[in-house]
């Protein structure tokens, strides 16, 4: 694999920002930018599969988490308000009065530290005792890698010198016919997911989840995403779309967790973490000009958030990540050329 450095502009308050080419030996191109450790595309088969920008200006001031790595804590966070052990804790507050994807100033806006491995590029943080209201000093890296099988691995590990939560994520917006190309509802999703959690007005998750069995959410056989977008089941939130957290099983062990088809293009995701938010917004994406100066139209792209959820019988939201214990989990999101005998085992 070849991987090569260059600028990518400097931020609104100084500091350098750096875009990092991976490509293999099949002509598959990944790149990242060490600023949110995001995603700013990802080509294969010819196509750009990922929404984005082309300035790093825009990255600053975006709000739909284009490509971004997400953290503290991917998904909002009730009220601001976290609780660890006996402790609650005020977090500062960037969705009405309740926490988003880590805050004002999440991982999503920082300018990392990055190396440059053999096979991979490695970005690290460090995120202090009480910023954006967490608690612990977090040491925290993400380590992404483009695989000679077309797959992209996210791989994330962290440790806090006092508890805390953590649940990171790669918020990348995915369209497998072009990053320009349109709706994403005809592409056909397979999930093995067989629980989803369920969230209050407004976004608001709760520590419950329910049975797909019967409801729009149920993708264990495959259909296009639009599908079912009529049902009128209280969880789905038409027209704005799916964004639900779906729950896939144990954590920490490699898991199938979807499979996804455009017209050519597949993906298939396998993470260690215990779900995934499906977002595939109905309503349109941001003000600026994407890519290229593309415009980006309701139910443009979808999302596989690969993070912490809820399971059946839990009654907590947040898992706690104890003092100087290892966090880690990888992602891996593996692209090919459509084949319509593929099912998920």
Partial sequence: MIIRKEPFGITGSGTPASRFILENAHGTRAIL???????????????DV??????????????????????????????????????????TRNMGSHQIHGGVHGF??????????????????????????????????VTCSLTEEDGLLYTYDAVSD??????????????????????????VLQSSAAYCRAEEPAGVPKAEVFSVTGTPFDFTKPHPIGENLQNPHPQLD??????????????????????????????????????????????PLENHPGKNGATYQPYGAFCMETQHCTAPGETHLYP??????????????????????????
Wanted: proline share 5%; glycine share 10%; with cysteine.
């Fill in 33 to 47: 930018t060490d600023f949110g450790v995001t995603l700013l595309s990802l080509t294969f088969a010819g196509k």
């Fill in 50 to 91: 990922v929404l984005g920008y082309d300035d790093l200006k825009t990255y600053e001031t975006q709000t739909e988490y284009f490509g971004a790595t997400v953290g503290r804590f991917a998904g909002p966070i009730p009220n601001a308000l976290l609780q660890v052990g006996e402790k609650t804790y005020p977090l």
């Fill in 108 to 141: 999503s806006f920082r300018v990392w530290d990055s190396e440059i491995l053999p096979d991979a590029v490695r970005f690290t943080l460090f995120s202090p005792h009480g910023e954006e209201g967490y608690p612990g000093n977090l040491q925290v890296s």
């Fill in 162 to 187: 006092a508890d805390t939560v953590l649940n990171m994520t790669c918020h990348a917006y995915f369209n497998l016919n072009g990053h320009d190309s349109g709706s994403v509802l005809s592409h």
């Fill in 238 to 283: 038409a027209p704005y779309g799916y964004d639900r957290n779906l729950y896939l099983g144990q954590s920490g062990i490699w898991k199938q967790a979807a499979l996804v088809e455009g017209e050519t293009v597949a993906m298939e995701v396998l993470t260690t973490q215990s779900g995934f938010q499906l977002y595939c917004p109905g309503i």
């Fill in 320 to 345: 706690t990540l104890k003092a100087n214990t290892p966090y880690h989990h990888q992602t891996l999101y593996r692209f090919s050329h459509c084949n319509p005998q593929k099912i998920l085992l």
